[in-house]
């Protein structure tokens, strides 16, 4: 049904990547003590009714005196109406028209990275996907270019210590990976406060300086909210965006006809990506925790469990949209919730869209033949909270 798409190893929970449509839109999980939200009008309820499904989470999984710093500043955990203010500070910095002055420049990185590549095979994961949105953010928060391995490296950490949540107590593995995470944001966070303190003392033109100056209702960000949405902007904006360009070229490998029809009508790349991030969606899932007993897809989630809001598998819903299982790079109108929904609505989105336009099209101006080496497999990412390759070989010959 996905053609060659079935013969990767997607990860083991992700039925519906394999064609099987859930019967109960919303299930209770015993082992990891949560509810899974499948379905597109339910998932669509956990991020509209922001009162009945908070997105403060973090304290269900780490101590709460744990979550309340490392979280502060973080958009994710904040409900309105708090939300408003802080979404709004931030969002006088991260504007439509700074990303669009983007464009220039990452179309030159991205040429310049594969200046860089030798050879006719190579990961194009290692070679494009991953450097490309992190210098674009390292770029956008005025951090030098060099500093970008250790950033690799606290952000790996973290990804790779990444695993399937559980509300329950005392689970050993979960403890070791929160903490693992946590070391990782913290050795982050003490980089990145260096960073906001010299910003304090010599502003500049980057977004941090900007950060330090915005206001709203008379209110501005402190320090540690600061570093904490620094933290946000790179393990949100650099992977996802690494997942997004891995997901487009894996499509159109495994659709041939859908590369053909991109390839001779570039008019289409936006409609391809749309699509790439429907068949494909780089986040998974969210987490939501219900603030009262709801009914929701059937059945009643009790008030205080938390709830694992599938966007992948709501984007396969063949209840809104026709033939999900067929990767359609015409597909208008596309309503996918890969970008999420609502007050939560990705802030990264228009960059997200803009790498994806400018990279896909290098690709295919460079590349007549660009497909995945038939010799060697992609590697997916092992958290299932993601869709996308960590390693992706391809061959240009
Ligand atoms: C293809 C790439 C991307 C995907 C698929 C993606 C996906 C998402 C999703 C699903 C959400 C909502 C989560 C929820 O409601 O629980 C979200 C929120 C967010 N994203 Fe992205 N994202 C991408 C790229 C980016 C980039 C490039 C940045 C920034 C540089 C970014 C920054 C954010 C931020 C700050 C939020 C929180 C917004 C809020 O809570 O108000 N994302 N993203």
Redesign the pocket.
């Known amino acids: 049904m996905n053609g060659p798409i079935d013969k990767w190893d997607m990860h083991p929970k992700h039925f519906w990547l394999r064609g099987e449509q859930p019967e109960q839109k919303v299930q209770y999980d015993e082992e990891i003590d949560m509810w899974h939200v499948y379905g597109y009008p339910e998932v669509m309820e956990t ?1 509209s009714d922001t009162k009945t499904f908070s ?1 403060a989470v973090a304290s269900r999984f780490l101590p709460p005196e744990q979550a309340a710093v490392a979280f502060d500043g973080n ?2 955990q904040v409900d309105p109406p708090d ?1 408003r203010k802080l ?1 709004e500070l931030v969002g006088k910095t991260f504007t439509l028209k700074m990303v669009a002055g983007l464009e220039q420049r990452i179309a030159t990185l991205t040429h310049e990275l594969l200046d860089e590549i030798e050879g006719d095979g190579f990961d194009l994961a290692e070679g494009l996907a991953y450097p490309l ?1 992190v210098i674009v ?1 390292c770029d956008m928060l005025g951090l030098p270019r060099e500093d970008r391995e250790q950033l690799k490296e606290w952000t790996d950490q973290s990804l790779m210590a990444s695993t399937q949540l559980t509300t329950k107590a005392g689970d050993g593995a979960q403890e070791e990976s929160l903490d693992t995470q946590a070391e990782a944001a913290m050795e982050l966070g003490f980089y990145l406060l260096e960073a906001v303190t010299d910003r304090r003392r010599r502003p500049r033109e980057d977004l941090f300086s900007k950060l330090i100056a915005a206001e709203v209702d008379g209110e501005r960000l402190t320090d540690r909210q600061i570093v904490n949405f620094g933290n ?2 790179i393990s ?2 650099h992977i ?2 690494t ?2 360009l891995g997901n487009s070229i894996l499509c159109l490998d495994a659709f041939p006809d859908a590369n053909e029809q991109v390839r001779k009508d570039r008019s289409l790349v936006p409609t391809m990506l749309e699509e790439s ?1 429907r068949f494909l ?3 998974a899932a ?2 939501r925790v219900a603030t009262r007993d709801v009914e929701l897809g059937g059945v009643t989630v009790p008030e205080g469990d938390v709830l694992e809001t599938w ?1 992948s598998a709501a984007n396969r819903d063949d209840r809104v949209f026709k033939d999900p299982y067929t990767f359609d790079p015409t597909r208008n109108p596309n309503p996918h919730l ?3 929904r609502g ?7 228009p ?2 869209r803009l790498e ?1 336009r400018i990279a896909m099209n290098i690709l295919f101006d460079r590349y007549p033949n660009l497909r995945i080496d038939p010799r060697e497999t992609p590697k997916f990412l092992g958290s299932p909270e993601f869709t996308g390759v960590w390693q992706l070989p391809i061959r240009v010959d």
């Open positions: 991020l997105s958009l994710t939300h979404r949105p953010i946000l902007l949100a904006g996802t965006t997942m997004l991030l969606s780089p986040l969210g987490y966007f890969a970008f999420g007050v939560h609505f990705c802030l990264g989105a960059l997200a994806g």
